[in-house]
């Protein structure tokens, strides 16, 4: 069963996936047949709202890259719907899609491999305006250039110089550079901090929070760092072995985690105070992550789950609102209240 969409009528919704799934084939033998499928991502559904940043959070392996590339159908979907502003993209053919890339872009996790070593940074931020011809004539797409660079920081006369001349912060830098360069309404953000110093990751996400409030962008922000999602985010969704088991406001699900697996997340945070860190309780999640390919049964959480019971081996759990319907606060847990009373059931 995938999970319950929220429906905001007072929203204004950007971004809707409905149903999304993507399995991965097994294929073994010298005939490579198929044996079995990964399911990296299996049953989203979601909405993302103009002008908000949503924070994907959850542990390596979970789906959390591979729901950001098929959201800008860099991967196609093994089933279900991603709308864009009312369009289907999904049902669009190769050259629809080209078209309509330039209103969604990607910051991607490595700044080292996602630049092109032997194009210039001038030649990397310019060639989507070529692409997608946003800009008539060399001279105009040089002076785009520069007002990107700018933007991000960067020092605009550097034009001529090569990604190799540049830290990890300032590749990152190009990288956004180059997302804003078709103005994009979209953009999803998958890990941009983690290859970078800790000094760094402060700058780069006080740009892209700057930018957001410049330019009204939307972002779907991925990242392990739990606290620069409290920062950035509007909004969070905790993902689990390719579903989502928590969705709301970025202060409810921190402050009143309904499922135990955002405990268990939230409570890898560190505290900033000596004294209140040596008297919390940390939740220490036992067991390894299931193998993708064949889940467990009912909820997917239950071997790694203290509260677990029979029927949570056995039937898989709604999506249900726990919050209200000006606030809602999503939930996919047999036990989400006495989770969230920190009360065991068994």
């Known amino acids: ?65 591979t729901t950001g590339r098929l959201l800008l159908q860099l991967l196609r979907p093994s089933a279900g719907r991603v709308i864009m502003d009312n369009r289907e993209l999904t049902s669009l053919s190769a050259e629809e899609l080209r078209a309509s890339r330039r209103h969604m872009q990607m910051i991607f996790q490595d700044p080292y491999a996602s ?33 990107l660079l700018e933007r991000v920081g960067l020092n605009p006369h550097h034009t001529q110089r090569y990604p190799h001349e540049f830290s990890g912060g300032q590749r990152q830098r190009i990288g956004i550079a180059r997302a804003l360069a078709t103005n994009p309404n979209f953009i999803v953000a998958d890990e941009p901090i983690s290859a970078l110093d800790v000094s760094i990751q402060a700058q780069v996400i006080n740009l892209l929070d700057d930018l957001k409030q410049e330019l009204g962008l939307t972002y779907l922000f991925i990242a392990h760092d739990l606290a620069m999602v409290r920062y950035l985010s509007d909004r969070v969704a905790v993902m689990y072995l390719g579903r989502i088991v928590e969705l709301g406001e970025r202060d409810e699900v921190f402050e009143r985690p309904y499922h135990p697996y955002t405990q268990g997340l939230l409570s890898a945070i560190p505290i900033p105070d000596p004294i209140k860190e040596a008297k919390r309780q940390r939740i220490i999640l036992q067991g390894d992550v299931p193998n993708p390919a064949n889940p467990p049964q009912g909820c997917r959480f239950h071997p790694r789950c203290p509260y677990a019971t029979d029927i949570c081996q056995t039937e898989e759990p709604v999506f249900r609102n726990l919050g209200t319907e000006a606030q809602p606060h999503h939930v996919a847990c047999h036990h989400a209240e006495v989770v969230a009373d920190g009360v065991k059931v068994i």
């Open 115 to 147: 630049l092109n070593p032997r194009m210039t940074i001038g030649e990397i931020v310019e060639e989507p305006l070529r692409v997608h011809g946003v800009e008539a004539g060399p001279a105009t797409r040089a002076k785009r250039v520069q007002e």
């Open 1 to 65: 069963m995938t999970q319950t969409a929220q429906k905001n009528g007072q929203a204004d919704v950007l971004v809707r996936v409905e149903g999304l799934k993507k399995y991965f084939s097994i294929r073994r033998g010298w005939r490579r047949q198929q044996v079995g499928a990964v399911q990296a991502v299996d049953g989203l559904d979601f909405e993302i709202r103009r002008g908000e940043t949503l924070g994907l959070v959850g542990e390596s392996g979970c789906g959390k890259s």
